[in-house]
């Protein structure tokens, strides 16, 4: 394996661990659970739990895998605040999205060699990448595992203390 192929793979090592806890984390609660505070006047993990599926599902287009499967879930989502209302889309629903997501960056993601990686992602313009060639494919990746992170340690904050 060479030195690219070693900083590759580290980093979907680190994305694939981060998506299982988190998938793990969200299948193991109830619908009942999923409406806990992060903290008191915080998000409940069922809007985490849309927000994650919304955000991973835009890394589709962004990353050049394909199209998105769920642009519903941004007005819900990202572009507003968790109200504390019923979502209109049941946990089922948004957990199944969340996965869907996951499987296809992940079947993507394992076909890439270090050079598509290193590849510029859908945002960035031809001629902002020849000067700012660090806006790739693998800093998304690295971005966003840093967001998923974050997002299952507020999971955490909500089970109880042993």
């Not at 049941?90 to 270090?114: E, M, R, T, V, Y």
């Not at 902002?128 to 340690?153: I, M, Q, T, Y």
Request: charged share 20%.
């Amino acid at each position: 394996m060479t030195s690219e192929q070693q900083f590759v793979d580290a980093a979907l090592r680190a994305w694939k661990f981060n998506v299982d806890r988190v998938e793990a984390s969200f299948g193991k609660l109830s619908d009942e659970q999923l409406q806990a505070q992060v903290a008191p006047g915080r998000n409940r993990l069922l809007y985490l739990l849309g927000h994650l599926a919304a955000v991973h599902d835009r890394m589709l287009p962004l990353l050049g895998i394909g199209p998105r499967q769920h642009p519903e879930l941004d007005s819900m989502f990202l572009e507003n605040a968790d109200s504390g209302a019923p979502a209109p889309v049941a946990s089922a629903a948004l957990k199944d999205a969340l996965i869907d997501a996951d499987h296809a960056l992940w079947n993507a993601f394992s076909q890439w060699s270090p050079a598509d990686w290193l590849s510029k992602h859908t945002a960035v313009s031809d001629e902002d990448f020849a000067k700012e060639p660090h806006r790739n494919r693998l800093s998304v990746l690295l971005s966003r595992n840093s967001h998923l992170a974050f997002h299952h340690g507020q999971i955490v904050l909500t089970e109880p203390r042993r």
